[in-house]
Every structure is written in structure tokens, then in C-alpha cells.
């Protein structure tokens, strides 16, 4: 009877010997992190709070880290666009993200991306155009500003600033510093063809000596109304001109 056990017993044996084996190997692959490396033209801050949302899901082996839950933490910023997250033997993980590009300010503590999305972040561009919307979206505010952005650019202008107000008027600031009141509109191209008409009384009416355009109204339906800023003196009084189209 012994001897027929022996085959048992040596196969027993040849299992221990594998699984232990095995548990070595295991234990040697799936290492403690070591490191986290973090790729993506992203500035120091956006890079710091990148590791510090990932920290505490970091506290584990190589092998037991859940990489769908680490990308979900790290698009949990808003600002990232894309998150990819893979395992480097012995002992690091490479998370690799790409930003939303961001366009403009939005009510002046977040941020309009190129895909109408409203991030935070921790160290945005500088001298980025400024929207102030009361009621609009802000997939409507993207539509408008692009819009609007396009034709300042194409004559020869930059917008530095589009606002809304309470009642759904738009205006639009040029820089240095002309306002452009455009007024309600259903569409985005009602509101760059004022602007479009602006441009063009504006090409008609350029600044005399002594006198700068402050700011125009645009609102009417055949016309613009400019105001003039006298160097010597605080305003000058409202001037209609015409004009069609």
C-alpha cells in the first residue's frame, strides 16, 4: 500500500515545489511601485496634481494596480483630455496625458475648451480672450466667439473679450480696448454681420489726430453709432453713420 502511494506523494511533492515556485515569481514580478512617471506637456503644477490625485490608489504591487480606476482619477481634474496608464517592470507606472486646449477664460475663474467643455486648472496661458456669459452655454459661447474671433483675425483685429448680458446682449472687445455692442441674435452669423459691418464703417472712419474710437453700437439695423474719446477732453458726443449691408 505504500508503494502505491508513492507515485501520489511525488506528484504532491512536484505541486508544492510548483506552486511555491510559482508564489516566488509572483512575488518578484508584482513588485512595490517605486515610481510614477507622468508624460505630457504639462507644466509643474498640472504634473504635481497629477501624482498627488493618483497617490493614494499607488499604495499597492505592480501587478494588483487597477489602471481603468487610474485613469478615471486623473480625468477626474476635467482639464485632461486623454489618460493612458501602463505598468513598467520591475517597479513604475507611466501616465501619460494630453490637455484640452483651452481658449478662453470663462466668467473669470474657469476655462472654455476647443470642444465647448468648462475645465479648471492649475496654471492656465496667459493673456487667454475673457468670456462673461449670463445665460448662454457653453457650447453656444464657443459657437459665437469662434465665429466673431475668425473675422476680427481676418480684418486685421484680435477679440480679447466677448460678454453676455442679463438680457442676451453681446459685446465684443477689441484689442487694446474697443467694445463692440452687437445685441440680441438667434444665430451666430447675425451677430458677425454686425460686426462685419462695423469693420467696415470703421475702414471709412479711421482715427483723426486728437481723437480715438472708444467704442461703437451696433445694434441698429442700418447703421453704427461710434463713440470718440477726445485725448484733451473725457468724451465726445455719440456720432450715427450710415450705412448698408
Known sequence: MVASMLPWIARIGWLTVFVSCSVAAWLI???????????????VEERTAVQQVLTPSLQTRLLSLDLAALVGEV???SWPQSVSVRRVWPDQVIVSVVKQQVVATWNDDRYLTSTGQIVSLVNA?????KLRCAAADPQEALAIFQRLAALATLKGGRLV???????GEWRVTL?????VMLGQAELPSELALRLQRFFIVRAQRPDEPGRQLRSADAR???GIALRWDDLTEETQPLVATGHNG
Do not use: D, F, Q, T
Open 29 to 43: 514580478v508584482n513588485r512595490p511601485l517605486a515610481s510614477v512617471v507622468v508624460e505630457g506637456s504639462l507644466s
Open 161 to 167: 473679450a466677448l460678454n453676455e448680458n442679463s438680457v
Open 125 to 129: 496661458p496667459r493673456s487667454l480672450p
Open 175 to 179: 484689442a487694446p480696448s474697443l467694445g
Open 220 to 222: 441698429y439695423a442700418n
Open 75 to 77: 480625468k477626474s481634474l
